[in-house]
């Protein structure tokens, strides 16, 4: 059976392609009556409009191409349902795809993107060059999501990550900690602002920072917990860069006989929704996930809709969330 097309619904109308249109744009000088006759052929024929040659026309796709940088993030679950209830309130609809953090991938993914004719992007997380970045902002407006920059060619929101980290310190040294360890996230974006607020909280409390190569992801956890146990630093505490790492460090610290908060206190960060669940309950640093998604997509509508052309840098503040798995200093790693 053929895709019914416009030519279609204007003959189940009674009316011409030309007031089909006018119908799916929504144009106020359309009677009621002749827009009730199209849209009751568009139901009964099931139509869908040609979304790209409709843009062609209007010049305009209404649509908004989002790239995660990890799918197996929960963080990046939040964020999405963010951009998406805030893209659907203003016309807009996002379609998704993924670099798989590898920054060659992430080109390709980009490429896609600017080529299926997006009005704008949000790339959340992305470890794309900024000289990259920039140039395609030059074309199509884009926001940064979780990566801050000062680019006058895109915007960006992101959560005060070094604030983020020193409110971590500061919970682990309230509860008598002083060996307080970091396993950083490698190449991810915000990991060096982390690891740098936690250095200099670390230093403000004169205490010696310890870090540990990681990523921001399970994997990543794990690693920094072993390179922990081979360097003989035995931290009473550990901040890990983000919570699939904490989740990692859980399993390592297992492995090796310890047990969370009895014998290392344990801090993650970005209160997925996975760190509350009551056999995790992780201490975690929150980010505002949602909210860093609508307001990407907000950000987009001020060019789209507003005509605005200078750069916006918009950083959220974390918020500590203590559960379970911190506790006073033990016997340690």
């Known amino acids: 059976m053929s895709r019914p097309t416009i030519h279609d619904v204007a003959k189940r109308a009674g009316v011409s392609k030309s007031l089909v249109s006018l119908v799916m744009q929504e144009s106020p000088y359309?009677?009621?009556?002749?827009?009730?006759?199209?849209?009751?052929a568009i139901d009964e024929l099931g139509y869908r409009p040609n979304t790209m040659a409709r843009s062609l026309v209007q010049q305009r796709s209404h649509l908004i191409g989002v790239m995660l940088s990890n799918l197996h993030n929960p963080f990046f679950a939040d964020v999405v349902t963010g951009i998406e209830a805030r893209a659907l309130e203003s016309g807009y609809r996002a379609f998704f795809n993924s670099g798989i953090r590898v920054p060659e991938r992430e080109a390709i993914a980009l490429?896609?993107?600017?080529?299926?004719?997006?009005?704008?992007?949000?790339?959340?997380?992305?470890?794309?060059?900024?000289?990259?970045?920039?140039?395609?902002?030059?074309?199509?407006?884009?926001?940064?999501?979780?990566r801050a920059t000062r680019s006058k060619d895109v915007d960006s929101v992101s959560g005060d990550d070094r604030a983020g980290a020193r409110m971590a310190v500061d919970h682990l040294v309230s509860l008598g900690h002083t060996r307080i360890a970091h396993i950083d996230g490698g190449r991810g974006a915000g990991a060096k602002r982390r690891r740098r607020g936690y250095e200099k909280a670390m230093q403000d409390h004169d205490l010696d920072p310890v870090v540990a190569t990681g990523s921001y992801t399970e994997e990543g956890g794990v690693a920094g917990v072993r390179d922990l146990i081979g360097t003989g630093s035995n931290p009473t505490a550990i901040f890990a860069a983000n919570d699939l790492a904490a989740i990692g460090c859980l399993q390592a610290l297992s492995d090796a006989g310890r047990s969370v908060p009895d014998d290392v206190s344990l801090v993650g960060y970005d209160n997925a929704w996975l760190a509350g669940l009551q056999h995790l309950s992780l201490t975690t640093i929150d980010q505002p996930r949602e909210k860093i998604g609508s307001t990407a997509v907000e950000l987009l509508i001020e060019r789209l809709e507003h005509g605005r052309s200078e750069s916006r840098h918009i950083v959220l503040e974390p918020a500590l969330v203590v559960r379970s798995t911190t506790a006073p200093p033990a016997r340690g790693l």
Do not use: F, H, Y
């Open 111 to 146: 490429e896609t993107l600017l080529e299926l004719q997006a009005d704008g992007l949000i790339l959340a997380g992305t470890l794309l060059d900024m000289k990259t970045v920039n140039q395609a902002g030059r074309s199509v407006p884009i926001v940064l999501i979780t």
């Open 30 to 40: 359309v009677s009621d009556e002749r827009r009730a006759a199209v849209l009751a």
